[in-house]
Nanobody
């Protein structure tokens, strides 16, 4: 029905930047908010950022505010996560997901019904 494929992860140094992409196929995601989550080794999956259906509103976990920017291009069925000033604590497997809602103000895993396979981000130093 809906497939989400993340890309853009990699190994970088502290202070570097990465841009993650999430490409959707199978059906449109333009009516729904999209989110990014991450899971570090030995930890539970946590919310990172969300963007509403139109791209007009965004929401971030406090630890990434001012460093990460979520955006979307509905014409391309793609959502992005620009990550600047990366820290070792950002190391995790990053997942994109489609929300059941149009609002960006949803951050629980159960608010999202489709998930990608994830992409690894590793930050050294």
């Amino acid at each position: 029905q809906l497939q989400l494929v993340e890309s853009g992860g990699g190994l970088v140094r502290s202070g570097d930047s990465l841009r993650l992409s999430c490409a959707a196929s199978g059906q449109s995601f333009s009516s729904y908010a999209m989110g990014w989550f991450r899971q570090a080794p030995g930890k539970e999956r946590e919310f990172v950022a969300a963007i509403d259906w139109s791209g007009g509103d965004t929401y971030y976990v406090d630890s990434v505010k001012g460093r990460f920017t979520i955006s979307r291009n509905n014409a391309k069925n793609t959502v992005y996560l620009q990550m600047n000033s990366l820290k070792p604590e950002d190391t995790a497997f990053y997942y994109c997901a489609r929300s059941q809602y149009g609002s960006a103000r949803r951050y629980a895993q159960t608010d999202y019904d489709y998930w990608g396979q994830g992409t690894q981000v590793t930050v050294s130093e």
